[in-house]
């Protein structure tokens, strides 16, 4: 069983910024991806992830604010959120994808305030 342990999160005020990490109980290369995903009502959603070979996908509203990037020695993956804003307000989730599984972590509130 695969173990994503988060840390990180908090509440920030609005244009201030927080640091997220997640660390992997396995080695990070052999996941298809390693990312972040914030829960909306009843979904979901991607915030930004890094696929194998090193290719990164963001979500628009991430693109430009927040950055991905990993230690592959520490099976950790970073996420820099910067210029945060109140609509980023939510429960933050580590996500990794092998092959046709997710596995996620504990999840933790990230609060803006305005």
Not at 65 to 90: H, P, Y
Request: proline content about 1%; glycine content about 12%.
């Amino acid at each position: 069983q695969v173990h994503l342990v988060e840390s990180g999160g908090g509440l920030v005020q609005a244009g201030g910024s927080l640091r997220r990490s997640c660390a992997a109980s396995e080695s990070i290369f052999d996941f298809n991806s390693m990312g972040w995903y914030r829960q909306l009502p009843g979904e979901r959603v991607l915030v930004v992830r890094i696929i194998v070979g090193g290719r990164t996908e963001y979500a628009d509203s991430a693109k430009g604010r927040f950055t991905i990037s990993r230690d592959n020695a520490l099976n950790t993956v970073f996420l820099q959120m910067n210029g945060l804003k109140s609509e980023d307000t939510a429960v933050y989730y580590c996500n990794a994808n092998r092959l046709y599984r997710n596995f996620w972590g504990q999840g933790t509130q990230v609060t803006v305030s305005s």
